[in-house]
């Protein structure tokens, strides 16, 4: 195993390319600057917008604008970081950007405060006499919705000065993450082999020997254990941040304060937890079991549960060859929507090498104005595949979002997020399945599937089913310590896994692996979303072409609809669990097929 290079030894055609935003980091240096200079553009309206229509529709338009460029200069920054978050330049970047959005924030958040102290009936005179406040309607009401949990505007002008501040928790994670963790190497039969994050969630957790796997799961544990009061007291700050701030607010919970902006009604949320959880750990259970006999395990432990089941047929894919594939499996979504994923896939949208300090995962993120930015961590497997398609499902979403909507109105919410993103995934497995009757590789192609089920309705859901535990103990005022997160993810991985999978003081710790803690209520909008694509992939298998446009029709809408609405248009009812039973029985469906292959 070579070592990981540093960022300045990769190849620069396997990084993306920020010039794209910024030609230099002077001229982002500069456009901080200018951006603190543009705010009085903005501030000439404070104590105004009681004026009329006309000042409010010139005071949005000038608010619109530098949102847009902050938001810009904020993503550069966060890129710069997740590239390579040691070098200390990065850091400071990171800082500086941190530092704006307070500022700023602060001087901005009069706007809110001013449109929620007018008299009742007063934003919706001036929609009505003023046609050019059309385009900001949406936004208008979704503010106005905030009315009731509204602080004093001094109180929210503080809070909103304090953001740096309020976001530590998440700062502090993935500095540790990125800045501190490192990771014991393990020696097999002699050869040392590193860990890293990146390396074990990528490649590692799915080697076919066992011994490497558990192995690597054991130095990967160690690594984490040594942050976990560090990483609990930030796991515990963020949560009780929200207590706070939801009592602050007048709302019933944390968890109703977080539902808030996503406009999901709590018993939807309570719906894909309760459905999901029950219904599908019978299905899971039964593919745990078809693990272990295919592995000849006696014991199926944690770190088990990716393994191949045909570790000989595993295709190394180059990035070129990942392109390939890609372009013929989301050739169905049309020339408009072929030609974004063309264009990410060959003009450096994409970073995709392995360096110290580079952030876990993958993400994409999307500045309004420019192009998407995607980061991922190529290791030469199908399933980078599968996580490039995901991304660029969330690239071209928000691209033609872009397309057709204002900067205030782009972004749907959280709640549908997902839902392009995990459709991706089906569509690829769809046009890689429908090109072979070979046993070996549709059995490859449904075990991809079966991660992405397990990524989203497994993982993640269960880590919303932490989160929803979690805050329920901090709602009574009992502490979050790491015993406490530990024990209780212990017991939901116990009850969902009911004895198949071994739950050991390992597994505990995988709490400690997602940043989407710190993003709210995020994780089980995982399975919201792959809820909506599975619905929507098999209207497309079934209908063609039509369902093709209801689905760009979706995409293009961006955040004008609530998420509901939007699932609604794409011919998903979600305020029903069927369309949940429905993905579930879909699942079992596939792990139908996977026994019957062995």
């Known amino acids: 195993m070579t070592r990981q290079l540093t960022r300045a030894e990769v190849p620069v055609e396997q990084t993306w390319r920020l010039e794209d935003l910024y030609p230099t980091q002077a001229d982002w240096e500069r456009e901080l600057e200018e951006i603190r200079a543009a705010a009085s553009r903005v501030t000439q309206f404070r104590g105004r917008l009681g004026e009329g229509a006309g000042v409010l529709l010139a005071c949005?338009?000038?608010?619109?604008?530098?949102?847009?460029?902050?938001?810009?200069?904020?993503i550069y920054a966060t890129l710069r970081f997740s590239s390579d978050g040691s070098d200390p330049e990065n850091q400071a970047v990171r800082a500086k950007a941190q530092a704006l959005m307070a500022q700023m924030g602060a001087t901005l958040s009069f706007v809110q405060s001013e449109l929620l102290a007018l008299p009742e009936g007063t934003v919706e005179r001036y929609l009505a006499e003023e046609p050019g406040l059309a385009p900001f309607r949406r936004w208008l009401e979704q503010v106005l919705a905030m009315r009731p949990h509204t602080l004093h505007p001094e109180t929210e002008k503080v809070l909103a000065a304090l953001s740096e501040v309020t976001g530590a928790p998440y700062a502090i994670y993935t500095q540790v993450k990125a800045g501190d963790m490192r990771f014991d190497p393990i020696k097999v039969d002699g050869e040392e082999i590193p860990v890293t994050f990146a390396g074990y969630e990528g490649r590692l957790e799915r080697c076919a020997d066992a011994a490497v796997r558990r192995a690597a799961f054991r130095s990967f544990s160690a690594g984490l254990r040594r942050y976990q009061h560090t990483l609990a007291a930030t796991f515990a700050t963020e949560v009780k941040k929200n207590v706070v701030l939801a009592r602050l607010r007048g709302f019933a919970s944390a968890t109703h304060m977080l539902l808030h902006p996503q406009e999901v009604p709590i018993e939807v949320y309570h719906n894909l937890l309760?459905?999901?959880?029950?219904?599908?750990?019978?299905?899971?259970?039964?593919?745990?079991?078809?693990?272990?006999?295919?592995?000849?395990?006696?014991?199926?432990?944690?770190?088990?549960?990716?393994?191949?089941?045909?570790p000989e047929y595993d295709p190394q894919v180059s990035f070129d060859e990942g392109r390939q594939i890609l372009l013929d499996g989301l050739a169905v979504m049309g020339p408009e929507y072929i030609e974004i994923v063309r264009t990410a896939l060959t003009d450096r949208w994409i970073d995709w090498c392995d360096n110290v300090g580079k952030s876990t995962g993958a993400f994409c993120s999307s500045p309004y104005g420019a192009h998407p930015y995607i980061l991922i961590t190529w290791t030469g497997t199908m399933r980078n595949v599968m996580t490039l398609a995901h991304e660029l499902g969330h690239a071209c979403h928000l691209t033609l979002a872009q397309r057709n909507q204002s900067f205030l109105n782009f972004r749907p919410s959280t709640f549908f997020i997902e839902a392009p993103s995990t459709m991706n995934e089906l569509l690829v497995a769809q046009h890689i399945l429908r090109g072979t009757q070979?046993?070996?590789?549709?059995?490859?192609?449904?075990?991809?599937?079966?991660?992405?089920?397990?990524?989203?309705?497994?993982?993640?859901?269960?880590?919303?089913?932490?989160?929803?535990?979690?805050?329920?103990?901090?709602?009574?005022?009992?502490?979050?310590?790491?015993?406490?997160?530990?024990?209780?993810?212990?017991?939901?991985?116990?009850?969902?896994?009911?004895?198949?999978?071994?739950?050991?003081?390992?597994?505990?710790?995988?709490?400690?692996?997602?940043?989407?803690?710190?993003?709210?209520?995020?994780?089980?909008?995982?399975?919201?979303?792959?809820?909506?694509?599975?619905?929507?992939?098999?209207?497309?298998?079934?209908?063609?072409?039509?369902?093709?446009?209801?689905w760009?029709?979706?995409?293009?809408?961006?955040?004008?609809?609530?998420?509901?609405?939007?699932?609604?248009?794409?011919?998903?009812?979600?305020?029903?669990?069927?369309?949940?039973?429905?993905?579930?029985?879909?699942?079992?469906?596939?792990?139908?097929?996977?026994?019957?292959?062995?």
């Open 552 to 598: 760009l029709k979706v995409l293009k809408a961006g955040g004008t609809l609530k998420p509901l609405d939007l699932a609604k248009m794409a011919g998903v009812d979600l305020s029903s669990p069927e369309p949940i039973r429905a993905a579930v029985a879909f699942v079992g469906s596939l792990v139908d097929e996977l026994e019957q292959s062995f």
């Open 274 to 310: 309760d459905v999901i959880r029950s219904e599908l750990a019978p299905h899971m259970r039964r593919y745990a079991r078809l693990r272990r006999r295919v592995l000849g395990l006696d014991r199926l432990y944690y770190c088990d549960i990716e393994a191949p089941l045909d």
């Open 438 to 550: 070979d046993t070996r590789m549709r059995r490859w192609v449904i075990m991809q599937l079966l991660a992405t089920y397990h990524h989203n309705f497994v993982r993640h859901l269960l880590e919303g089913e932490l989160q929803r535990r979690i805050y329920a103990l901090a709602e009574e005022g009992k502490p979050i310590t790491a015993v406490t997160l530990s024990e209780t993810k212990g017991a939901i991985l116990e009850e969902f896994w009911g004895g198949e999978v071994e739950i050991d003081d390992d597994a505990k710790l995988t709490w400690m692996r997602q940043p989407h803690y710190y993003m709210g209520l995020y994780p089980y909008t995982y399975s919201a979303g792959l809820t909506i694509s599975t619905a929507a992939a098999q209207a497309i298998r079934e209908e063609g072409q039509p369902a093709v446009g209801r």
């Open 60 to 74: 949005l338009q000038e608010y619109e604008q530098l949102r847009e460029r902050l938001a810009r200069a904020g």
